[in-house]
Every structure is written in C-alpha cells, then in structure tokens.
C-alpha cells in the first residue's frame, strides 16, 4: 500500500517505527479482514505472511490432549507471527482470530528483508517480542498462584486494553479455552465478579462495569507485560 501513511495507522508497532522502516514496509503492506475464528498461522506450518492487527485481537493457541489452551494474546499493539522476527519459519501454536477486525499483513519474504536491512526494526520488533515473552511467563504465574476468578479477571483486563471499550466479545467457549478449564469453571468464575459488579455478563458479551475492582482483583498477575510493552516503545 504505497499510499499508507504511518499518521493513520492505528497499529501502535507500525506507529512507532522510524519513518524509513515505515516507509521500507508500507509498500508490501496489505490491507485484510480478519474474521473469527480464523487461522492466520497455522501450527507447524510455513509461515507466509506476518499481521499487525488494527482492531481486534487475536490468540496464541496450543493444541493438547485436552483440547486447546491460549497462552498469548496479541492486538493492535503487536505483531502476529513473531518467528519471523527469531529467524524461524514456523511455531507449534496457531494464531486464531477471536475479536474481528482490519488488519495490515505482509509477505514473510518483504519482512525477513526489512530486518536484514535495518537494525533499528529488528530493535523495536526484538523489544516487543520480550514483552510478548513476560505476558506468557505472567500467564504461567497466573495459572500456578491464582484462582480462576482472578485469572478471569486478568483476561477480561487484556480483552479490554486490546478492543478499547467497555462491552466484549467474549463467549464461554473462549473463556474456557483461554483459562484452561471446564465450562462449569468459567460459569462460576463468571457469577463471583457479576455479584461483585466488576462485570455483567449476556450471551456473547460482558460488560466492563468496575476496571480497577477488576485489577485489584487480578492482583499482580496483570501489569508486568504491559510495563514491559510500554518500556519497549519509549526505547524506540
């Protein structure tokens, strides 16, 4: 896209570029929806093309004998499909959309030649790949130390900093698969912060009611990948 300029991207990766390596991926980046559900890295596979998403999020997602597990999440701050920026072609996990949204992609090729040719690209891609590093470590903490409730708690958080808004698309399925646990799990998870009021929950949507009961509650789980996040753009 010849045509795109870095003031109009809400990509916060892209915005933060230096204008030449913005300028060095414009022309090869391609404007796609992303739709629910949809596999844009598949595991173990060759990977084609890198997304920066620009509204809605998607899920870093292992298969295992229980069924599926996310262990990352990744929005308009981030890159999906950071091997490429590792030097690798391929990961064990697929990236599945969850919250649709407009995305920009690029080629694996045109990405892999940028970072060859500027060190100041692989820096800030290198930087965010540490904070999506600390983000897992948190989730294994969380699953460790914490209950379900409170673990629910720190998701809702992550949802809501990566669409911006109050209301979320968010299904007991999904709820299930990014905490790890059973239906019945999430359902009770889910009354203890309604009752609370931190949240109010529908068919297919909650609702953010109360964000800091919801911090306070999510306890030292949520933070650290954001400070890290934050310190990886200051030192673009």
């Known amino acids: 896209m010849s ?139 969380a699953t460790a130390d914490y209950n379900i409730e409170a673990r629910l708690a720190r998701w809702i958080l992550m949802i809501q900093d990566r669409l911006c808004r109050d209301e979320l698309p968010i299904t007991h399925d999904f709820m299930a698969m990014m905490l790890g646990v059973r239906r019945p799990g999430v359902t009770t998870a889910m009354h203890i912060l309604e009752g609370a009021r931190m949240i109010r929950a529908k068919r297919g949507r909650i609702t953010v009611l109360d964000r800091e009961r919801l911090m306070e509650f999510a306890g030292d789980t949520d933070g650290p990948a954001e400070t890290e996040y934050e310190r990886s753009l200051a030192e673009a």
Not at 107 to 121: F, G, H, M
Request: glycine share 8%.
């Open 3 to 141: 045509d795109l300029q870095q003031s109009s991207v809400r990509n916060r990766l892209l915005a933060a570029l230096r204008p030449d390596d913005f300028a060095r991926l414009s022309p090869h980046l391609e404007s796609v929806p992303g739709h629910v559900r949809q596999i844009l890295i598949a595991a173990d596979q060759p990977i084609t093309h890198a997304y920066f998403a620009q509204d809605g999020f998607v899920s870093l997602v292992a298969d295992t004998r229980e069924g599926r597990v996310e262990i990352g999440l990744v929005g308009y701050e981030g890159i999906i499909g950071v091997s490429l920026v590792l030097g690798t072609d391929r990961t064990p996990h697929n990236a599945m959309v969850q919250a649709e949204g407009p995305m920009l992609r690029i080629a694996a090729s045109e990405l892999r030649a940028a970072l060859d040719d500027s060190p100041a690209l692989r820096g800030i891609l290198g930087r965010y790949v540490q904070s999506l590093i600390v983000q897992v470590g948190q989730t294994v903490y």
